[in-house]
């Protein structure tokens, strides 16, 4: 079925910078398009970036658009995600999930990772 | 951007319950609609997917209905470790949003 494992969160200053990463097993991951969710704390589930399996389209939500870079390493089997211009507002869990697609052009995450937490506070 | 409003917000229910929870879309999504649940420190469960597709090892007592714009998660006989949080997600276009999230706790 596949793991993913989140790493690489941690504490950092209003403005700064984070690189997330996100391990992949037991899977052939270049064949999936790729997907990061997050959890603000006391808050649901908020979908932020997908990138396509062979990375060359990628799409980003509106609130991090400009900020976050989505890529992938398919010789290494991760994902990463390049947080700049970090707000208070993107303290959160942050969850790597694999996106699979049905014949008939449906799509859903599965499997996910634990996350990796983020705190961005002065 | 498609909206999801989940309903209700929180539910407290007993073991062996009959739980529902719904899930409106603002626009027509086909029957492209996924059931999660997720519990504190701990990575989200994919339930269903497309609206009604039970994923392989999960509990025969979930299940999920709709189309278009209304669907429907159940469940139909509570147990404890189904005391947890649960989202619906469209997956109509790539700009993916879920519901709010419902939490379900123990009455």
């Known amino acids: 079925e596949g793991q993913l494992l989140e790493s690489g969160g941690g504490l950092v200053q209003p403005g700064g910078s984070l690189r997330l990463s996100c391990a992949a097993s037991?899977?052939?991951?270049?064949?999936?398009?790729m997907t990061w969710v997050r959890r603000a704390p006391g808050q649901g589930l908020v979908w932020v970036s997908r990138?396509?399996?062979?990375?060359?389209?990628?799409d980003y939500a509106d609130t991090v658009k400009g900020r976050f870079t989505i890529s992938r390493d398919n010789s290494q089997n991760t994902l990463y995600l390049q947080m700049n211009s970090l707000r208070v507002e993107d303290t959160a869990i942050y969850h790597c999930?694999?996106?699979?697609?049905?014949?008939?052009?449906?799509?859903?995450?599965?499997?996910w990772g634990q996350g990796t937490l983020v705190t961005v506070s002065s | 951007d498609i909206q999801m409003t989940q309903s209700p917000s929180s539910l407290s229910a007993s073991v062996g319950d009959r739980v529902t929870i719904t899930c409106r879309a603002s626009q027509s999504i086909s029957r492209y609609l996924n059931w999660y649940q997720h519990k504190p420190g701990e990575a989200p469960n994919l339930l269903i997917y497309?609206?009604?597709n039970l994923k392989s090892g999960v509990p025969s007592r979930f299940s999920g209905s709709g189309s278009g714009t209304d669907f429907t998660l159940t469940i139909s006989s509570l147990q404890p470790e189904d005391f947890a949080t649960y989202y619906c997600q469209h997956s109509y276009i790539t700009r993916y949003i879920f519901g709010q999230g419902t939490k379900l706790e123990i009455k």
């Open positions: 037991g899977f052939s991951f270049s064949t999936y398009p």
């Open positions: 497309t609206a009604s």
């Open positions: 999930a694999r996106e699979n697609t049905a014949s008939w052009g449906s799509n859903w995450f599965d499997p």
């Open positions: 990138i396509s399996g062979s990375g060359s389209t990628a």
